[in-house]
C-alpha cells in the first residue's frame, strides 16, 4: 500500500543544479526516515543520504557532501534531494525510499521504493 514517486530529474550542465521530490502515499509519513539511493548503469544502487523523521538531521555519503541537501515536508508528504555543483559523475537513476530503521546506508535494507527518476549531468 506504500507509494513513493519520484520527480524532478533531467538534464543538467556541470555545475549546475537539480531538486528532486520524492512524495509519498499509505503511510504516515512524518513517522518515517526517508533515505535518497542512486544507480548508474552496470553499478550496485548507492546510498546517496537520510533525513530523519521530524527532517531536523541529516546524514549524506561523502561523495556528494557538502553538495547535496535533504529536506522534507511532512505536510505534503514529501522528501526533497537538493543537488548543486552537479558533476557527471552524479549522472543516475535517483530513488527516495522509506528507511526502516532511521540509520540505514544499505539498499539491501529499504523494503519500500520509488520507481525513480533520471539525473544526466553533462560535462
Known amino acids: 500500500q506504500v507509494r513513493l514517486v519520484e520527480s524532478g530529474g533531467g538534464v543538467v550542465q556541470a555545475g549546475g543544479s537539480l531538486r528532486l521530490s520524492c512524495t509519498a502515499s499509505?503511510?504516515?509519513?512524518?513517522?518515517?526516515?526517508m533515505g535518497w539511493f542512486r544507480q548508474a548503469p552496470g553499478k550496485e544502487r548507492e546510498y546517496v543520504g537520510r533525513?530523519?523523521?521530524?527532517?531536523?538531521?541529516?546524514f549524506y555519503a561523502d561523495s556528494v557532501k557538502g553538495r547535496f541537501t535533504i529536506f522534507k515536508d511532512n505536510d505534503k508528504n514529501t522528501v526533497y534531494l537538493q543537488m548543486n555543483s552537479l558533476k557527471p559523475e552524479d549522472t543516475a537513476v535517483y530513488y527516495c525510499?522509506?528507511?526502516?530503521?532511521?540509520?540505514?546506508?544499505?539498499?539491501?535494507?529499504?523494503?519500500?521504493w520509488g520507481q525513480g527518476t533520471q539525473v544526466t549531468v553533462s560535462s
Open positions: 533525513i530523519s523523521r521530524s527532517g531536523g538531521d541529516t
Open positions: 525510499a522509506v528507511d526502516p530503521t532511521g540509520s540505514t546506508i544499505y539498499a539491501s535494507m529499504y523494503e519500500y
Open positions: 499509505g503511510l504516515t509519513f512524518s513517522n518515517y526516515p
